[in-house]
């Protein structure tokens, strides 16, 4: 087990395997990053239901273009331009969850709810990391604080609708239905090779079926205290 604290004056001196996974780490999440941006700007922001919702839309998108913009930093900095994945069309985007298009505001709480809840886990991993520079982007509150917010915001809208009742809370399972399998398979396989060298080389704090059981559980919990469905963990899903 790797357990030094490097700088980025130590990059270069690294092993060329952790170079790599710094490297693909740090695309990666830039991608997911402004990948939800992309998803739901476009019809979400003008078709919101109140001048605040609106105004959530926007501020959540800013969150992520900034959170985009330290990654993007980061990857900058040991030589990884990842400009390319702010224009490059969804259908490219490295992680399943951030290919399609959002177009409905169940859709975009349940967005909040289960996949900016991924992104949390996926944040949190990089606490304490070897790589200080990445360590630090988590570690300062800002960012991880943004993005409870995003999760509270559509966790709770989710839990509105819910508690409605009727047609709103079908839209609502509808949503769940479509999202559930996206989240789940965003962890990768369980059986990963190279989430075993993440966490070897100190990128990561837990492995991918770890994190997804954990996330499981909570929200399998959610899901019930609002009186929904749990869906089939095996619809669906890409990998397990
Ligand atoms: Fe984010
Ligand atoms: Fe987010």
Redesign the pocket.
Same mark, same amino acid.
């Not at 001196?13 to 990948?35: F, M």
């Not at 109140?50 to 990654?71: F, G, N, P, S, W």
């Not at 490059?88 to 709480?109: H, L, S």
């Given at each position: 087990m790797f357990n030094e604290k490097l700088e980025l004056k130590d990059f270069e001196k690294q092993d060329p395997e952790y170079q790599d996974l710094l490297r693909r780490v740090l695309a990666i999440q830039a991608d997911c @990053?402004i990948g !939800?941006p992309n998803l739901y700007v476009k019809d979400i922001l003008p078709n919101a239901p109140t001048k605040v919702d609106q105004l959530i839309v926007a501020r959540t998108a800013a @969150? &992520?273009m900034d #959170?985009y913009r330290k990654m993007a930093k980061c990857a900058g900095d040991i030589g990884v331009d990842v400009s390319y994945v702010l224009s490059w069309p969804n259908q490219k985007r490295y992680v399943e969850a951030f290919r399609g298009q959002i177009t409905t505001w169940e859709d975009f709480a349940v967005f909040g709810f289960l996949i900016?809840r991924v !992104?949390r886990y996926q944040?949190e991993e990089f606490i304490g990391a070897s790589y200080q520079p990445l360590a630090r982007i988590v570690e300062d509150p800002q960012?991880i604080r &943004? &993005?409870e917010g #995003?999760i509270d915001f559509g966790t709770n809208k989710a839990a509105e609708f819910a508690a409605k009742g009727g047609e709103a809370k079908e839209r609502i399972q509808g949503a769940v239905d479509r999202w559930y399998a996206k989240g789940l398979d965003m962890f990768g396989r369980s059986e990963s090779k190279r989430s075993e060298r993440y966490m070897y080389w100190g990128l990561k704090r837990r492995t991918n079926g770890e994190a997804r059981r954990q996330y499981t559980e909570e929200v399998n919990g959610l899901l019930k205290q609002m009186g929904l469905q749990i869906p089939d963990p095996n619809k669906g899903r890409l990998y397990t």
């Amino acid at each position: 087990m790797f357990n030094e604290k490097l700088e980025l004056k130590d990059f270069e001196k690294q092993d060329p395997e952790y170079q790599d996974l710094l490297r693909r780490v740090l695309a990666i999440q830039a991608d997911c @990053e402004i990948g !939800g941006p992309n998803l739901y700007v476009k019809d979400i922001l003008p078709n919101a239901p109140t001048k605040v919702d609106q105004l959530i839309v926007a501020r959540t998108a800013a @969150e &992520e273009m900034d #959170h985009y913009r330290k990654m993007a930093k980061c990857a900058g900095d040991i030589g990884v331009d990842v400009s390319y994945v702010l224009s490059w069309p969804n259908q490219k985007r490295y992680v399943e969850a951030f290919r399609g298009q959002i177009t409905t505001w169940e859709d975009f709480a349940v967005f909040g709810f289960l996949i900016d809840r991924v !992104g949390r886990y996926q944040l949190e991993e990089f606490i304490g990391a070897s790589y200080q520079p990445l360590a630090r982007i988590v570690e300062d509150p800002q960012v991880i604080r &943004e &993005e409870e917010g #995003h999760i509270d915001f559509g966790t709770n809208k989710a839990a509105e609708f819910a508690a409605k009742g009727g047609e709103a809370k079908e839209r609502i399972q509808g949503a769940v239905d479509r999202w559930y399998a996206k989240g789940l398979d965003m962890f990768g396989r369980s059986e990963s090779k190279r989430s075993e060298r993440y966490m070897y080389w100190g990128l990561k704090r837990r492995t991918n079926g770890e994190a997804r059981r954990q996330y499981t559980e909570e929200v399998n919990g959610l899901l019930k205290q609002m009186g929904l469905q749990i869906p089939d963990p095996n619809k669906g899903r890409l990998y397990t």
